[in-house]
């Protein structure tokens, strides 16, 4: 039921529940949005006859809020329908929750049960425990490299800024999925000068992500379609500009310093859960060697380039693979 939500609800968790009454699921809910809601109030709500809710039991994948944000805190609806039974996947990392809507419930004299499927449930937010554990993005590094381990080729330097495809359609539809499922995308500087990315699910239907990119001097020409305003972009860069405009801001971060850190802390602010690091080199570089990183999905085409700018350099200790028709996926999870 959670899954529903994947990619809908950010900056909230994707949170699923299911009310049953003697052995009989009699409702079932999801969060889809933030703002509109929870789960265990479309569960509730779905239930026909209420008076049942009395002797029901309602599980739901994460703990219950207790606050008042966007919408009215679910444990309050909880106790007022008196359901006598919560069985509670995994406890909320969210401050704001943080095990008092256990508290609240048992309080209330409500029966509660804690950490069924307790894994699973922490695994499916594993974008939203990050950004609240670990104050900052869950980081997916995604590159495509040739069979013989090139990113791109040698350019020539009257080339079109044309991105050179390794892979093939079907494997760049999917990234695109991956682009409308996560919240942001960052790129560097030499990634959009030489191949003016749009960085955008033109591919796939869903939400464009918040583009990210390095520019440290300023060197990206103007006229590059991550200025076109058509999608929030921030971009980092080393002095103050007045070139923001309405859907693009500047961050202004100190490139002598260890840029990672500064970027990661900016985008927190932000309340962004999730990023991908499609490129280039250096950018992607960064993030293995200082090991800030959570997933890396990288392609294999069947092309060969001989020459031009390698691809990087991470452990490839029991990845996952998969194929899309031909080309190789593989997924290497951090600290698994």
Known sequence: MAENGFGTTYPNPMVGSVIVYENKIIGEGWHKKAGEPHAEVNAIRSVKDKSLLKKATIYVSLEPCSHFGKTPPCCDLIIEHQIPNVVVGTVDPNERVAGNGI???????????VGVLEKECNELNKRFFTFHQQKRPYIILKWAETQDGFLSPEKEIDQDRKPVWITNSYSRQLVHKWRSEEQAILVGTQT???????LNTRDW???NPVRVVLDQNNRIPKDSFIFDNSVKTIVFTKS?????????????????QNTIPQILAVLHQNQIQSIIIEGGLQTLQSFIDQNIWDEARIFIG???????????????????????QGDELLNIRNHD
Not at 302 to 324: D, R, S
């Open 103 to 113: 508290k609240k419930l048992i309080a209330a004299g409500a029966n509660v049960t």
């Open 192 to 198: 959009v000068i030489d191949d003016n990315p749009k």
């Open 205 to 207: 239907s869903g939400n």
């Open 240 to 256: 103050e500009t007045n070139l923001s405009a309405e859907n693009t801001n500047f961050e202004v971060i100190d490139f002598n």
């Open 302 to 324: 069947k092309t060969t380039f001989e020459k031009g700018t390698k691809a990087p350099v991470i452990q490839k200790k029991n990845p996952a693979k998969t194929y899309i």
